[in-house]
Nanobody, 130 residues
């Protein structure tokens, strides 16, 4: 009824590109701050990029600045993460999340609030390897 579904992951060579999709059902993504997170085995999820609900304010982790972009397509009730110049260290399971209250920086930076986000997707695997 209410869910987020990630797609677009896969295996790509270093320097390649992938576009991840986060599609919502049962609620309107435009009303929420949306974040992309990634997780490797044994580690907590880290914020990669987030986008605000109204003005489109964005945040990018230092590790992906200049390589990744985040954008909405409200007609499809979706948010996308365009990943360019991929590196092996980008390998992880990528998740999207939606929250009605968090601002962009809080959502992406503060690990302690992740459990409070309204919705999480199931994740999609991204592997960067030659």
């Amino acid at each position: 009824q209410v869910q987020l579904v990630e797609s677009g992951g896969g295996l790509v060579q270093p320097g390649g590109s992938l576009r991840l999709s986060c599609a919502a059902s049962g609620f309107t993504l435009d009303d929420y701050t949306i974040g992309w997170f990634r997780q490797t085995p044994g580690n907590e999820r880290e914020g990669v990029s987030c986008i605000g609900p109204s003005d489109g304010t964005t945040y990018f982790a230092d590790s992906v600045k200049g390589r990744f972009t985040i954008f909405r397509d409200n007609s499809k009730n979706s948010v996308y993460l365009q990943m360019n110049s991929l590196k092996p260290e980008d390998t992880a399971v990528y998740y999207c999340a939606a929250d009605w209250a968090a601002n962009v920086r809080t959502m992406c930076v503060l690990t302690s609030v992740q459990a409070k986000f309204n919705y999480w997707g199931q994740g999609t695997q991204v592997t960067v390897s030659s």
